[in-house]
């Protein structure tokens, strides 16, 4: 168990580009959510894979996002366009489906910090 | 809808005193509550967890918490501070349905006195 592994870890672009972010989960975990935590505030959810299955978007998630995780196994985040308040820490966070109550523990990443110039 | 406040975005203690950060829910069902610990540049590692088993949660580094129904708080405390406490905690919540999505409250920043 490595921990779950987000690359890069800091990204600065121009204005109008596209960013890829990756995430690496923690093997045999099978759900995946995406965070962004802007400066002085806590992360906000944005999006929710189970295996390859996107179930849930957040409305933060603009058309310019688009997320995926073709085998079920990595996730990229793409943005694209960026503008200047894309800027933020974007988390990675894993965790496995049980049946046990309370094992519900989401293990994050390290983050990728983005900015936009 | 749940959410969760924090109470104090900073809080500054001198180191071996007590340590007190505030969190509150806001929920239709009983949440599962978290606290988290970020250091700068990092990611969030999860200090403690309520998941209804027992009220006093006892989680790392000497943290923790007490869950509250009566007052819908859930307060982190520590009896004696390091300084390598100082950090960002973060209180969250998510509940058993659904996709488990955590809210975040908006985070206190822990200064450590020497």
């Known amino acids: 168990d490595t921990g779950v592994s987000q690359d890069p870890r800091h990204k600065i672009t121009k204005r109008g580009q596209n960013v890829t972010f990756r995430c690496d989960p923690i093997s045999e975990h099978n759900r995946l959510y995406w965070y962004r935590q802007t400066l002085g505030q806590g992360p906000e959810f944005l999006t929710y894979?189970?295996?390859?299955?996107?179930?849930?978007k957040s409305r933060l998630l603009s058309d310019r996002f688009s997320a995926e995780r073709p085998k079920g196994s990595f996730s990229t985040l793409e943005i694209q366009r960026t503008e200047q308040g894309d800027s933020a820490m974007y988390l990675c966070?894993?965790?496995?489906?049980?049946?046990?109550?309370?094992?519900?523990?989401?293990?994050f990443g390290p983050g990728t910090r983005l900015t936009v110039l | 809808a749940q959410s969760v406040t924090q109470l104090g975005s900073h809080v500054s203690v001198s180191e071996g005193a007590l340590v007190l950060l505030r969190c509150n829910y806001s929920?239709?069902?009983?949440?599962?509550l978290f606290w988290y610990v970020q250091y700068p540049n990092q990611g969030l590692q999860l200090l403690l967890k309520y998941t209804s088993a027992a009220t006093l949660v006892k989680g790392i580094n000497g943290f923790e918490a007490e869950f509250k129904k009566s007052e819908t708080s859930f307060h982190l405390t520590k009896p004696s501070a390091h300084m390598s406490d100082a950090a960002e905690y973060f209180c969250?919540?998510?509940?058993?349905?659904?996709?488990?999505?955590?809210?975040f409250g908006t985070g206190t920043k822990l200064q450590v006195i020497p």
């Open positions: 966070a894993s965790r496995r489906t049980s049946g046990r109550r309370g094992d519900n523990e989401q293990f």
């Open positions: 969250a919540s998510t509940h058993s349905g659904g996709y488990q999505k955590v809210t």
């Open positions: 894979f189970q295996n390859e299955a996107q179930l849930e």
């Open positions: 929920s239709s069902v009983p949440p599962y």
